[in-house]
């Protein structure tokens, strides 16, 4: 088991309402990448955080957004919810290997169901 | 979007037996990664290869890299039913430090 820890497990939410991810990296690992992972699906890139900023962003809205605290722990928001949205989150923590994305350390996911 | 492409998608073996995937991608890389997920332990790192490497073995884990075919293959040698799993490809390109992942190779390995 990795020490990467995500709460809540699972949450259910309306269409149209906000929602706050949270994840705690393992420990010595500054940098923390968000994955959004749909049923049968690979997990696609949401963002990442190196530091306590945003370090590489894939093709998702500006609803979803970001933190990383001084701790390096992290959330993920998601404003205005849409029934796509539901899918499982990842997060995931590491160590920098230069310009390279390095090995990463994934917490077990936090389910959304947007109805 | 997907960059990777792993193939196949499904793959049913019996315990003992050796089993191949597959992971194409489509633009140069710094690096390739295998990741497997089950549903007990969630997404877990296997291997790193970097673009310079063409071979690399962890226990019971084999993988190439062929970069001029741009294809990376994983090797599992003596199969478990604790083998089961989907299997995933990960790549990294640019300057960014952003994977971009496959679909997955859906393994089950049978008693």
């Known amino acids: 088991e990795t020490g990467v820890t995500q709460s809540p497990t699972h949450l259910i939410k309306t269409r149209g309402q906000q929602v706050t991810l949270r994840c705690s990296s393992q420990s010595g690992h500054n940098t923390v990448s968000w994955y959004q992972q749909a049923l049968g699906q690979g997990p696609q890139f949401i963002f990442q955080y190196y530091r306590e900023e945003e370090n590489g962003r894939g093709n998702f809205p500006p609803r979803f957004s970001g933190l990383q605290f001084p701790n390096y722990s992290s959330e993920l928001n998601v404003n205005a919810l849409e029934l796509d949205d539901s899918a499982l989150y990842l997060c995931?923590?590491?160590?920098?290997?230069?310009?390279?994305?390095?090995?990463?350390?994934f917490g077990p996911g936090t389910r959304l169901t947007v109805t | 979007s997907q960059q990777g492409e792993e193939d196949p998608q499904a793959l049913s073996i019996q315990e003992g037996e050796n089993a191949t995937m597959n992971c194409s991608y489509k633009?140069?890389?710094?690096?390739l990664q295998w990741y497997r997920q089950n549903s007990g332990r969630g997404l877990v790192h296997l291997i790193l290869?970097?673009?310079n490497e063409r071979e690399k073995h962890s226990g019971r884990l084999r993988v190439t890299l062929d970069t001029s075919k741009k294809s990376s293959s994983l090797l599992i040698t003596a199969s478990r039913a604790a083998d089961t799993a989907s299997y995933f490809c990960?790549?990294?390109?640019?300057?960014?430090?952003?994977?971009?992942w496959g679909l997955g190779t859906s393994l089950a390995v049978n008693p």
């Open positions: 990960a790549t990294d390109s640019g300057n960014n430090r952003k994977l971009i």
């Open positions: 290869i970097r673009s």
């Open positions: 633009t140069s890389i710094n690096n």
């Open positions: 995931a923590s590491s160590l920098p290997r230069g310009l390279a994305a390095a090995e990463q350390y």
